[in-house]
């Protein structure tokens, strides 16, 4: 049997709807993985200083699926909320979903050191969110 694996997945909106995009994506990652825990949504300036600022919350998880699924999973739902390449090139963001770390490993390293992701993620690991093996 399939042991679980951590996964570490930064959220991010800048469309005039972001809270609501956040909380719809908060639900539906909360859905697909177990043991699933997200810290406070806060804002955060737009790291090329230019676009709208962002709401982001950072969520940590379980799975039993392999990396390659759950990528596919979150970018399928990047699509589902009307996420394409003209709205990137734009700066205009309905979702960004993105699986910063992975079974312990740093997938994502400029992720991992911007404060859009690491105020939430410190956030999480002050309330233990994180099992020490």
């Known amino acids: 049997m399939d042991r679980e694996k951590s996964c570490t997945i930064g959220l991010g909106s800048n469309t005039d709807d972001r809270k609501y995009q956040i909380e719809r994506a908060i639900e539906h990652l909360c859905g697909y993985f177990d043991k699933c825990t997200v810290s406070s949504i806060y804002e955060s300036e737009a790291f090329n ?3 709208k600022p962002y709401l982001n919350t950072v969520m940590h998880g379980q799975t039993r699926h392999d990396y390659e699924s ?3 999973f ?3 739902w990047e699509a589902e909320c009307g996420r394409t390449q003209t709205e990137s090139v734009e700066g205009i ?3 960004d979903l993105d699986l910063v770390i992975w ?3 740093i997938k994502r390293p400029r992720d991992f050191e911007r404060i859009y992701f690491n105020r939430g993620y410190r956030e999480l690991l ?3 969110a994180y099992e020490i093996i």
Do not use: M, N
Request: charge should be positive; proline fraction near 0%.
């Open 103 to 105: 079974d312990g490993q």
């Open 93 to 95: 963001i309905s979702i």
């Open 126 to 128: 002050a309330q233990g």
């Open 70 to 72: 759950v990528i596919r």
């Open 74 to 76: 979150l970018k399928k």
């Open 49 to 51: 200083g230019k676009d």
